[in-house]
């Protein structure tokens, strides 16, 4: 079976990611631990988990005329992501600062900026071919993540939205993936539903409420692993048990690295069992990409029972 490229639009930013003892309080100033300058952006998280995963991997962004666009254009080429620039914006490149606590628990603050200046005419750029895998996220403009779903539909890829950030976001694209995948906070918040310590069957009624006939709604549920559902059932996958350091780009991994899986022909639930693991070593060093693994890293966890 031929390989797929994995076709990525989404936000590219440069994000300073900071270690602090605690949250400071209003009007408070803390003093911070370490401080870390990475690439970010889910888009570009993404296409980075997938290309150190061995994939063939473009990545559709728009950025601004400044510092940060220089260093990312340089991250994003020794990462070995093809980068194709929807046109130079007059904004600022996308900005993050992520804080994250001894916990690992991390609080982000995100300016777009440039990412918030996609348009539809900028999708003409886009290229996509019979088996790609086109991702996108909620990051960016929502007219402009439709038009680049029309067009892979047209093009007949298989379409992964992940739904993050918690924005509005209209049915009519969230009817276009072929894959759903959230976190749990985005599940409550896109299913109207609550649930505590990840109920089970409150989960299933969320998805169940979200998914059309043949999607599959992918569920990350943190360190209680995942729940997937679809035309074959669920499926209820454990976390791997790992000393978490940093969560900030855990999510941005696994879906990366679902896509990685998709593009080589891998069935849903090595897909999901290869993705599951991949997040769990992301977690274990600071920095948003920092652990991201390679495919090799990856097996070897596969290995080890949870």
Known sequence: MQKGKIKVLGSASMTAVVEIDRV????????????????????????????????????YC???????????????????????????????????????????????ISVRGSNNDIKDLDIKRV?????????????????AVIEFFKKAKQARCTTILNCAPRVECSSALLDMADYLIFNEFELMHFGGVTF?????????DAANQLRSKNQVVIATLGADGLLAVGPFGNIRLKAHKVKAVDTTGA?????????FAMSNGKDINYALKFANAAAAISVTELGATTAFPNSAMVKSLMQTRI
């Open 24 to 59: 400071p309080g209003p009007g408070e100033q803390v003093v911070g631990r370490r401080m870390l300058m990475t690439p970010g952006g889910k888009g570009s998280n993404q296409a980075i988990a997938a290309s150190r995963l061995g994939g063939d991997v473009e990545l």
């Open 62 to 108: 728009k950025m601004g005329n400044d510092y940060f666009r220089n260093e990312l254009v340089g991250l994003l080429k020794k990462e070995g992501v093809k980068l194709v620039e929807l046109h130079r914006s007059m904004m600022h490149t996308g900005t993050g600062i992520i804080m994250v606590e001894p916990t690992g628990r991390n609080t982000i």
């Open 127 to 143: 290229r996509l071919h019979n088996g790609d895998i086109a991702v996108s996220q909620l990051s960016v403009t929502h007219s």
């Open 196 to 204: 505590m310590n990840h109920e089970t069957e409150k989960i299933l």
């Open 251 to 259: 999510g941005d991994c696994f879906v990366g690295a679902f896509a």
